[in-house]
């Protein structure tokens, strides 16, 4: 069963182009709302309500594509993808209701089934109870969850709240774009078809936990923007620039070679495209690299902004705990741009 | 002789893939191959210096690309013809390709008839090798007193773990744990029906009884 062939996309390239999202939502504006943290205005990974002193609300949605022809794993997928939002906002989820697009007649009905179960082991994982959903009959397969979470209103990680002096802590190798779209083309070595799902259906909960017991100023979660898309969020609107040290950045295997043949998927072109004028010293990498740093990802790892002191405990904690995180780069001062070095 | 290919209208990465099956498939000097939008001109420029083209030719009118180069034997050889290129020196696979194939199917806790010590051995032994397999089967089905194996053994629900984090299947059937009363202690594996094992029975491209 090629359950890929049941959409035109390769995961997470079915998302709406930044630049597209941005003609759309562009000065769409609704009243204030004082205990709003956080809505669509601003591009956080979640929208944030607060609740009273100690809680706030965090709620997100997120449904693809399938990216793996595996049903039991494209579930896990993305259950952990959408659980993900709430992991980069510093919280904890709380409900998860399922978002389902399905082929009725096209697909066996069990395939759902499958989908499902592979859903709820990363829910059980997250302790994060499902508590409904809704389907459609849909020609294209989609899948995915909108989540809720709870947070302290006074630890919200938003995308861009630099300080100054921060490290920047990467959890997830980078290529699942290009694994993917080479696995679609059945290019895909098995072995870097290992790393990546086993990369997507990692929950970032791990390493949220652990940012969450230090002081992190600004916290993502890497996903279709790719990782200097994301890390241009991240110095949006600061007084501050994101240096990103292109040769510490890790990538799954075998991705410089899918790069090199072509296999590049279309939404890092849209990410090139939009973000490349926020980047300052392109030349500093070749065209093959900035198409692995702009490779869409799926259920990809935290990107945090850590005051710099406490960097290395928590690359260390992190290792201990299993998360193959790595230092990837600093803040410096500038103008919101993100610097390849 | 010159190949021409027509990929408009088609998603990545499917303009890169024909264009190395055309490649690869040798007889031909030249290739021309045809693309309605900017990312899969790129990739296919990408794909073709990839396999040694020096200038491939982009002529482009409006939104549809042609490009066009010269073929020779040594890029018929790097797109995958002859010998495989560098990136797929492994069997292409997908998720479900890999763990494609068989339904491996238990009846019993133990293989054959005979003594039973020796065949409780044997099926330890037998789910061992399988959890050592790189390439192991797709489904285990557990049935009667296989059920067992799941539920009530230790070590071979030891076993049967570390096959299910390879992504395999298993699949115990409820009506069967249930008369043995054994369903609190299932410890591998998902509570099953008959309606999932014989879709998994039909859907298999072999089912091998082993025990």
Request: aromatic share 6%; hydrophobic share 40%.
């Given at each position: 069963m090629n359950l890929t062939s049941f959409s035109r996309f390769a995961g997470c390239g079915a998302k709406l182009g930044p630049g597209l999202l941005d003609e759309a939502l562009c000065g769409l504006s609704q009243r204030e709302y004082p205990d709003l943290i956080a809505d669509f205005r601003r591009s956080e990974d979640a929208g944030v309500l607060r609740l009273n002193d100690e809680q706030a609300l965090i709620h997100t949605i997120d449904f693809f594509p399938p990216i793996v022809d595996d049903p039991l794993l494209y579930g896990r997928i993305a259950a952990a993808n959408a659980l993900s939002d709430v992991y980069a906002m510093g919280g904890k989820p709380c409900t998860a209701v399922a978002v389902v697009g399905f082929p009725v007649g096209a697909l066996d009905i069990a395939v759902l089934r499958r989908m499902m179960e592979g859903g709820l082991a990363a829910l059980e994982e997250a302790d994060c109870p499902l508590v409904g959903g809704h389907s459609i009959d849909d020609k294209e397969?989609?899948?995915?969850?909108a989540v809720t979470g709870i947070v302290h209103p006074g630890r919200v990680w938003l995308n861009n709240a630099l300080a100054g002096g921060e490290s920047i802590i990467l959890t997830k190798p980078i290529g699942t774009g290009l694994v993917t779209t080479a696995a679609r083309g059945g290019l895909a070595s098995a072995e870097a078809l290992a790393a990546a799902c086993a990369g997507m259906g990692t929950l970032n909960r791990k390493a949220s936990e652990i940012l969450q017991r230090h002081e992190v100023h600004a916290c993502t979660d890497?996903?279709?923007?790719g990782l200097l898309g994301h890390a241009c969020?991240?110095?949006?609107?600061?007084?501050?620039?994101v240096r990103i040290l292109t040769d510490a950045v890790p990538f799954l295997p075998a991705v410089r070679d899918y790069a090199a043949m072509g296999l590049v998927p279309e939404g890092t072109y849209r990410n090139k495209s939009f973000r490349m004028r926020f980047i300052v010293n392109t030349k500093h990498c070749g065209d093959d690299d900035l198409n692995l740093l702009f490779d869409p990802q799926t259920s990809?790892?935290?990107?945090?902004?850590?005051?710099?002191?406490?960097?290395?405990?928590?690359?260390?904690?992190?290792?201990?705990?299993?998360?193959?995180?790595?230092?990837?780069?600093?803040?410096?001062?500038?103008?919101?741009?993100?610097?390849?070095? | 002789m010159k190949k021409s290919i027509d990929a408009k209208g088609l998603a990545c990465p499917q303009p890169v893939i024909l264009s190395r099956k055309t490649m690869a498939a040798g007889d031909?000097?030249?290739?021309?191959?045809?693309?309605?939008?900017?990312?899969?001109?790129?990739?296919v420029v990408r794909f073709l210096k990839f396999t040694g083209a020096t200038d491939p030719r982009v002529v482009s009118a409006g939104s549809v690309h042609t490009i066009t180069t010269g073929v020779t034997a040594a890029m018929v050889a790097k797109a995958g013809g002859g010998e495989p290129a560098p990136a797929?020196?492994?069997?292409?696979?997908?998720?479900?390709?890999?763990?494609?194939?068989?339904?491996?199917?238990?009846?019993?806790?133990?293989?054959?008839?005979?003594?039973?010590?020796?065949?409780?051995?044997?099926?330890?032994?037998l789910?061992?090798?399988?959890?050592?397999?790189?390439?192991?089967?797709?489904?285990?089905?557990?049935?009667?007193?296989?059920?067992?194996l799941a539920a009530e053994?230790?070590?071979?629900?030891?076993?049967?773990?570390?096959?299910?984090?390879?992504?395999?299947?298993?699949?115990?059937?409820?009506?069967?744990?249930?008369?043995?009363?054994?369903?609190?202690?299932?410890?591998?594996?998902?509570?099953?029906?008959?309606?999932?094992?014989?879709?998994?029975?039909?859907?298999?491209?072999?089912?091998?009884?082993v025990a």
């Open positions: 397969l989609k899948f995915g969850y890497v996903t279709g923007f969020e991240m110095a949006a609107d600061t007084k501050f620039n990809g790892g935290l990107l945090a902004a850590v005051a710099a002191k406490q960097a290395d405990a928590v690359i260390a904690e992190m290792h201990e705990a299993g998360v193959p995180a790595a230092l990837v780069g600093a803040t410096v001062d500038g103008a919101g741009m993100v610097e390849l070095a | 031909l000097s030249e290739i021309e191959i045809t693309v309605d939008n900017d990312a899969a001109r790129e990739n797929c020196e492994e069997e292409p696979q997908t998720a479900t390709q890999q763990l494609s194939g068989k339904t491996l199917f238990f009846s019993a806790d133990q293989i054959g008839r005979g003594d039973e010590t020796l065949g409780k051995l044997l099926v330890k032994g789910l061992y090798t399988v959890s050592e397999l790189s390439r192991p089967p797709k489904t285990l089905v557990f049935m009667n007193a296989g059920v067992r053994r230790v070590e071979t629900i030891e076993l049967l773990k570390t096959i299910e984090a390879k992504g395999v299947e298993i699949l115990v059937c409820g009506t069967c744990l249930d008369y043995y009363h054994l369903k609190e202690s299932l410890g591998a594996g998902h509570v099953s029906n008959l309606y999932e094992i014989t879709e998994r029975f039909l859907s298999s491209a072999d089912v091998v009884t």
